[in-house]
Nanobody, 127 residues
Framework: QVQLVESGGGLVQAGGSLRLSCAAS????????MGWFRQAPAKEREFVAA????????YYSDSVKGRFTISRDNAKNTVYLQMNSLKPEDTAGYYC????????????????????WGQGTQVPVSS
C-alpha cells in the first residue's frame, strides 16, 4: 500500500501563489508516476499535472500550463505543485494520486490510471 498526504492548501487572492505538497509513504517503490487532479463543487474531477517518478517527464492541462509547475523530491518522497497567477476558476479541492506500473501505456490525464489517492487539500481563490 501507498499512503499520500497533501498539504499547503488555503485561501489565496487572485494573482497570488501557493505551493501544494504531497508526501508519499509505504511501498513507494511501486509508484511509477504521480499526478495532481482537482475537483470544484458540482464539477467533474479534472487533470491538472503529472510527473514521472524520475522527474524527467511532466504533463499539464491546458488550463494551468505556464502557471503551474509540478516537481518532485525523491529523497523526501514528495511531489509539489507550484501554483502561480491563481485565478478564481482554480478554486477546487486538489488531490494527488500515484500510479503503479502496468503493462499498458500511461495516459497521464486519466484518473483511472492512478491506484492511490490522497484525501485532498482545499484551495479557495478569492477575486
Amino acid at each position: 500500500q501507498v499512503q499520500l498526504v497533501e498539504s499547503g492548501g488555503g485561501l489565496v487572492q487572485a494573482g497570488g501563489s501557493l505551493r501544494l505538497s504531497c508526501a508519499a509513504s509505504g511501498r513507494t517503490f511501486s509508484v511509477t508516476a504521480m499526478g495532481w487532479f482537482r475537483q470544484a463543487p458540482a464539477k467533474e474531477r479534472e487533470f491538472v499535472a503529472a510527473i514521472t517518478w524520475s522527474g524527467k517527464s511532466t504533463y499539464y492541462s491546458d488550463s494551468v500550463k505556464g502557471r503551474f509547475t509540478i516537481s518532485r523530491d525523491n529523497a523526501k518522497n514528495t511531489v509539489y505543485l507550484q501554483m502561480n497567477s491563481l485565478k478564481p476558476e482554480d478554486t477546487a479541492g486538489y488531490y494527488c494520486a500515484g500510479r503503479l506500473l502496468t503493462p499498458t501505456a500511461w495516459v497521464p490525464a486519466a484518473s483511472r490510471e492512478y491506484a492511490y489517492w490522497g484525501q485532498g487539500t482545499q484551495v479557495p481563490v478569492s477575486s
